[in-house]
Each structure stands twice: as C-alpha cells, then as structure tokens.
C-alpha cells in the first residue's frame, strides 16, 4: 500500500470553511488521480455529508488483520471518517484518547494505491496536530482561514505550531464566508503563500458531490498547480510481519 502525497487541511479556527475546502480539493484532484480523505476532525467529522454518505458504520475486512478497515467509496475517492468509528462521547475526549483515535483510523484503514492523502483536521493546534505531524508526517499542510481579526490570529498560531513541529505550510486558502467587500484587496501578511482566494457562493450551501453546480477547477487552480509541481517520494506504510 503506498500513499504518493500526504496533506493536512488545516485550521486552528473552526467555522472557516476547511472540511468544504477539503472536499472541494479532493474533488477537483480525483478527475485524475486516485484521493482519500481521513476525517480527523473528532469535534464535528462532516465529510459524511458533503459526500452524501448514508451508512455510518465502519466495514470491517476481519480477513485483513493489519488494515481491516475498509474505506468508503465515492468514485474515485475514499473516504474514512472518526465520525464512522467513534460514539458520540468522542467530543469531548482529549489528550491521549484523541491521539490514539486518529492514528488508529490511519493505521488500520485499507487506503491502497492512493496518489494524494487529505487529512481534515480538527480546529484549533493541541493535540491531534501533535499526532498528525509526528506519527502520520504529512509532506505538507495547506491552512485555511478568513480575513477576520479572529481568523487570522488563529492561522498565526497554526503557522507557528507547524513551523516547530518542522511541517511544510505549502500555502494558504482565504474563504470570503463573510463576503468582506475587502476580501480581494486584503493583504494578508504571512511568509507563506496565498494559493487562492475563494469567492462567496450561496451555491455552496448545502452543496454535496458531485457539486455539480460548482465551477470547482477555476476555484482551486493555483492550489491546484502548487501540488501537482512539489515532488516527493513515495511514502509506503509499513505492514505488520
């Protein structure tokens, strides 16, 4: 089984936007390429929905005793979720409880041949940033924020929390949810690049896959073009002897 590339979607402010923008980057790279998407965000795993996934229970392959977990599919997507194995209790774990959640979920889930990896992170830089960074080593993380005072402070401290924990930040995705009339002017200071600037769509409420009425490509064609032109080696996940 190997993994080609490996991506967190990230945000330490909830309500950004980063589990649409993770679905709509999942959909536009699965026209040509083989994508999962692990829902890490034990506080609100939503990937169920914007997929249109009715069944919540977690297969299990009991043949498969090393990856017996076997991922949702969605065309040319799989997808698993901590939404689909933990109870509704899960919210309010932490520290170790949480940690141990997430790479149970990566470890034990059957991804096979997969081109891109996309993790949908939970919000805020504790302990599953810990874990993702450090047991799962993503090649690199794209954050996701808004232009609000708030927003922005929040991404200051994901861009700290990543930087000492040695994970590239391969760009930045600002979401105009506010409809800001600023939004395409705003000067966002940062280091790392701005890869696109998505636009309000009342189109994108309530918006599930295919989307359809989505012009996805045009949205995410710097993000696009970002990640298909970083190389890396190949990431292949040890198996048990």
Request: charged share 25%.
């Amino acid at each position: 089984m190997t993994i080609k590339k490996t991506i967190a979607i990230a945000s330490a402010k909830g309500g950004v936007g980063k589990s649409t923008v993770c679905s709509f980057l999942a959909t536009v790279l699965s026209k040509d390429s083989k994508v999962g998407i692990l829902d890490a965000d034990i506080y609100g795993p939503n990937q169920d929905i914007l997929f249109d996934i009715n069944d919540k229970n977690i297969e299990v392959d009991k043949k498969n005793t090393d990856r017996p977990y076997t991922p949702k599919k969605v065309n040319n997507i799989s997808l698993n979720s901590l939404g689909f194995l933990l109870d509704k209790n899960a919210a309010i774990w932490r520290g170790p409880m949480l940690s141990s959640a997430i790479n149970q979920i990566y470890e034990k889930t059957n991804w096979d041949e997969l081109d891109f990896l996309l993790i949908d992170m939970p919000p805020g830089t504790g302990d599953a940033y810990l874990t993702v960074c450090q047991k799962i080593v993503p090649d690199f993380v794209i954050l996701v924020s808004t232009i609000s005072k708030l927003s922005i402070a929040d991404l200051r401290r994901s861009e700290h929390v990543f930087a000492s924990l040695n994970t590239k930040v391969l760009g930045i995705i600002l979401n105009n949810i506010h409809q800001s009339d600023d939004f395409q002017s705003f000067n966002l200071e940062t280091e790392n690049t701005v890869l696109d600037r998505l636009e309000y769509d009342k189109k994108f409420i309530d918006s599930t896959y295919p989307f359809d009425d989505l012009k996805l490509d045009p949205l995410f064609l710097n993000t696009i073009r970002t990640i298909k032109a970083v190389s890396y080696t190949h990431l292949t996940l040890p198996t048990k002897a």
